[in-house]
Structure formats: structure tokens, C-alpha cells
């Protein structure tokens, strides 16, 4: 079972630091102790600790003192002060210089107060270390390089990164297979900008959002007279692009007579406007993508097999966000800095529980739609948070069901679903904390003895949760 959180406890007295370690050890956290607080300071140069839980006055140095001291070199780590009566005020100028809080001694363990105050000073600290790590690791990969927008640590991304580089330079048509929102137009121009048309015109065309009435003009032009409302000639999408390079998404939605005529082009490289009796040569690259599967189109007789073999000789599938997870949060990092730049804003990052939901859920839209969520996430964290937390994570990826029938007669409903609901509830609750009774008490708004009591009367078993 892993830890609940990493504690250092300070303290000159022997009994207080042994009856701390027994405590905290027995409710799943990991303990070091320290009754020195300058060999405290040597430990904390050693380890990564969550929370620092440091006696107010000691003979070697204050706790003031030794709280400046871990900040030379540890940030994240949260503080808790252990204060006697009448030295309050002194704790009080502790938070002042960064502590998360204080605790009076002598400490009852039996106070909910207590673990909340402790569950939370880690909670602030894993939040804190996680920004950091996220921000730096994508500054990190971020260099001079056109790929930086493809923003992955996944191996399979880190391969269609390396393949661009060698297939940018040459000329050729390349298809790109990925679900809706996993970034094919991203990749798109990140071949493009490593070309050698990076000068040129770059021109993406959506073909699902062209009326088939109007497409072969679209892409080929027409000449003045051709048909109503052609009042002079006028280039299509190819010609407009000439020396540069089309971004073709949705290639699946060209008709099948249109495809011959694309086939054809991509042939001689030859556009002939509709009635014109002259071809006109164009030097054209194309990059088409497709969120459907070709091949079966062609079994189905509605994509043209010599057009099908044609695309198919440089190509890139690009995985879904599902099957790249490793991929969540920096990706959501990444939409909040740019939140926070475009906004004047400075929301800090996302709690624990907020990022696990992230990670877990299986985006349908892919790298969109957790684009689209962490800006709403955003918004609502504006009003009250320095941190995105579950509340601002929409309800369908929290895991909210809504999708039972309305029952009207109000008795039966609630005899009916509320054991359901309130089991399904408490399951998911602890899923998010872990297993932390503590933390999913305070999700929950309630206090800590009545999630006991409900875990209880329902059957749910914490441990069950917690790995």
C-alpha cells in the first residue's frame, strides 16, 4: 500500500516525536523524526517530504529559523507549526513566512480538525510539487524546434515526431489516420513548417464542410459563364496554393466522381478549371487526413482503390488520447498556461483528485476535448480557487450518472435509488481520494465520523481503494 504522504515531525521532546510516528504510521502515512532541528535541516536536503511538522520553540533554533531554513532548499513542502498556549502569536507570524498552519499542543488525534489540517497541508504540497513538475518538464521539451507544439512523452508520438523529420523535405503526398481531436492538422503543419514550402502558403480545407454541389469548383475553379453567379473566373483551392501546401481533412467525404479528378491531379499535378478546355500546371503538395478507415471504404465501393494506394504511401496514424494517457497532464498543463497567458490569469494548476480524473476518463474527442475542458475548468476555478478541483471538472467526467428514467412520484424514487445512489456515491468518492477517509470527507462536506458511519451502514471498505 503506498503512503498517505511523506512527514517529517521535529521536535527537542523524545515522547511527543515517538507518540507522533506511532500515530501518524498507524493511519498509512510515512515518518521520519527529527529531534534536532539542524540535523532536521539535513534531512529534508535528503528527502522529498510532503510536510514538515516542526515544534515552535527548540533549544538548537526556532521554528520560526528552521522553517527558513527548509525554504533554502525545499518550496513545496508544507509546514505546520506545533505551538503551547501563549505562543499563538508567534505561530500566527510563522504562516506569515509560510507556514500552512498551526497546531496546539498537546495535540488530540481524536479532533477532526487535526487530520483535516494535516490531509489538507499535503494535499496543498503534492499540488504545488505537481505544477512544478508539469511546467518544467514542458519547458524542457520545448526548444527551437517546429515539433514543439506536439506536446507527448508518449513513445509512440516521440516515433511520428522522428518520422516528420524525415519525411518533411520530400515532396510527397502524405495521409494522416487519427480519431476527431487527436491533432492531424497539428501534425499537418509541423510537416509543412520542416519543408521546403515552409514560405508558402499553407491552406487547410475541412471536406466534410463543402457541399458536394459546389466541390469540384471549390477545388478546381470555374470559368466566367460556367453557371449562375460566375461573374469571372476563378481559381479553386489547388491553384490558390500553388508552390505551397493543402491540408485535405476528411479526404473519406470527397465524392467518388471528384476522386478520379483528384486522382488525376495528384497524377500531373494539373488542375483545369470547370469549363475550360486548358489545364494549367500547379505545383501543389497535399496532406490529407482522415478520421475513418479506407481500406473498408474501398471494400464498400465508396473510396476508389487506385486513389486509396496513392495516399497510402507515406502515412502517419495517430493514437487517441485513451491509448496515451502519460500525455494528460501535460497536455492540460499545457491549456492552462496558455489559459493563464491569453487571460491575465494565474490559476496555479489542478489538485490531486481533479488530474487523476483527467487521466482516467477516455476522451472520445481526444486532445480537443481536454482542450475544451480544462478553459470551462479554468473559468470556474476564477471566482474561488487558486487550483482546479473536481467541482470544476464537468459533471459527465466526474462520473455523475444521469442517465436513469425520472421516476414523479417522489417516495418510490427515493425508496427506489437511494441505497444505489448513495453506495455508487461513496465508491466513488474514495476512488478519487484513494481510500483517504479524511480528504473525501471534505469532498463530501461532511464531517469525518458521519462518512465513517455511512462506509459502515453501506458496506464500502476504504481499503478497497487505497494502493
Given amino acids: 500500500m503506498n503512503s498517505k504522504g511523506y512527514i517529517l515531525v521535529v521536535d527537542d521532546e523524545e515522547d511527543i516525536l515517538v507518540s507522533f510516528k506511532e500515530i501518524l504510521e498507524d493511519e498509512g502515512y510515512k515518518v521520519d523524526i527529527s529531534s534536532n532541528p539542524k540535523e532536521a535541516v539535513e534531512l529534508v536536503k535528503q528527502n522529498d517530504y510532503d510536510l514538515i511538522i516542526s515544534d515552535l520553540k527548540m533549544p538548537q533554533m526556532s521554528g520560526d529559523q528552521f522553517l527558513k531554513e527548509v525554504r533554502k532548499y525545499n518550496q513545496t513542502s508544507s509546514f505546520i507549526v506545533l505551538t503551547a498556549y501563549g505562543t499563538v502569536e508567534t505561530a500566527v507570524d510563522c504562516m506569515k513566512h509560510g507556514a500552512f498552519d498551526y497546531l496546539s ?91 521546403n514550402r515552409k514560405n508558402r502558403i499553407f491552406l487547410p480545407i475541412n471536406c466534410a464542410t463543402i457541399s458536394k454541389d459546389v466541390m469540384e469548383s471549390e477545388f478546381f475553379g470555374a470559368k ?23 491540408f485535405l481533412d476528411e479526404i473519406s467525404e ?21 469549363g475550360d478546355t486548358v489545364s494549367k500546371k500547379v505545383d501543389v503538395r497535399v496532406i490529407a487526413a482522415t478520421n475513418k478507415d479506407l481500406k473498408q471504404l474501398v471494400k464498400e465501393g465508396k473510396f476508389r482503390e487506385d486513389l486509396y494506394f496513392r495516399l497510402e504511401g507515406l502515412k502517419i496514424e495517430i493514437p487517441p488520447l485513451r491509448e496515451r494517457r502519460e500525455d494528460i497532464p501535460l497536455l492540460a498543463y499545457h491549456f492552462l498556461e496558455d489559459f493563464n497567458k491569453n487571460y491575465s490569469t494565474d490559476i496555479k494548476g489542478f489538485t490531486e483528485e481533479a488530474l487523476q480524473l483527467l487521466i482516467n476518463y477516455n476522451w472520445e474527442g481526444n486532445v480537443r476535448q481536454l482542450q475544451n475542458v480544462v478553459r470551462e475548468a479554468c473559468i470556474l476555478a476564477l471566482a474561488k480557487k487558486e487550483y482546479i478541483d473536481v467541482t470544476c471538472i464537468p459533471s459527465y467526467i466526474s462520473g455523475q450518472d444521469n442517465s436513469k428514467a425520472m ?31 479524511s480528504k473525501a470527507a471534505r469532498l463530501a462536506n461532511i464531517e469525518r465520523q458521519s462518512l465513517q458511519k455511512l462506509l459502515k451502514k453501506y458496506g464500502v471498505n476504504p481499503e478497497e481503494f487505497r494502493s
Fill in 105 to 195: 499542543k498537546p495535540i488530540d488525534f481524536n479532533q477532526e480538525s487535526v487530520w483535516d489540517t494535516i490531509d489538507q497541508a499535503i494535499e496543498v504540497a503534492r499540488m504545488k510539487k505537481n505544477a512544478i513538475y508539469y511546467k518544467n518538464y514542458l519547458n524542457a521539451i520545448k526548444s527551437s524546434s517546429v515539433l514543439d507544439s506536439i506536446i507527448t512523452v508518449n513513445p509512440t508520438m516521440q516515433e511520428i515526431k522522428e518520422y516528420i523529420k524525415k519525411i518533411a523535405s520530400f515532396d510527397f503526398t502524405v495521409l494522416i489516420y487519427g480519431e476527431s481531436g487527436v491533432g492531424k492538422e497539428l501534425i499537418a503543419k509541423a510537416i509543412y513548417q520542416l519543408s
Fill in 224 to 246: 466566367k459563364g460556367v453557371y449562375t453567379g460566375a461573374e469571372s473566373d476563378r481559381p479553386g483551392i489547388l491553384e490558390m496554393a500553388d508552390g505551397g501546401t493543402v
Fill in 254 to 274: 470527397l465524392p467518388l466522381d471528384l476522386q478520379a479528378k483528384f486522382l488525376r491531379f495528384l497524377q500531373d499535378k494539373e488542375v483545369r478549371r470547370i
Fill in 407 to 437: 421516476i414523479f412520484d417522489y417516495n418510490l424514487a427515493k425508496k427506489l435509488n437511494d441505497i444505489d445512489f448513495t453506495t455508487r456515491y461513496l465508491k466513488n468518492l474514495l476512488s478519487f481520494t484513494k481510500g483517504n477517509i
